[in-house]
């Protein structure tokens, strides 16, 4: 009899788990510092440019971006060697152009040479 309880309570308490998981799964959108870690160019901006906020989304076609700040002339940070399919170069710099879970900095093509290699 004793058994048969326990046996009940470990069930039903086996199958709560299984309809109503206790923390929550992992997350699915896609992730601003696995973006930040392409960024290994260290570069000099030749002029100032645009520099655009991404948060990202669950695919790429879901990333969100407004205009952030203005990297200007002169200015050093660490870019992605080669234009990004998000629409441009990811940077990164300790202060300023920082990323998180869920976002990244851009600064968006078509700007024509806008930095040089240090």
């Known amino acids: 009899m004793i058994i048969q309880k326990m046996s009940i309570i470990l069930l039903s308490t086996g199958l709560l788990g299984i309809?109503?998981?206790?923390?929550?799964?992992?997350?699915?959108?896609?992730?601003?510092?696995?973006?930040?870690?392409?960024?290994?160019?260290?570069?000099?901006?030749?002029?100032?440019?645009?520099?655009?906020?991404?948060?990202?989304?669950?695919?790429?076609?879901?990333?969100?971006?407004?205009?952030?700040f203005h990297f200007h002339k002169g200015s050093k940070a660490y870019i992605s060697r080669w234009q990004m399919s998000t629409g441009g170069w990811i940077i990164v710099s300790k202060h300023k152009y920082y990323h998180t879970s869920r976002t990244f900095f851009l600064v968006p093509t078509g700007l024509g040479k806008w930095y040089q290699k240090i």
């Open 19 to 68: 309809t109503c998981p206790s923390s929550v799964s992992a997350n699915s959108y896609l992730s601003g510092n696995a973006y930040a870690k392409e960024a290994t160019y260290h570069i000099k901006a030749k002029k100032t440019v645009p520099v655009y906020k991404v948060r990202t989304g669950k695919d790429e076609a879901q990333n969100t971006q407004k205009l952030a």
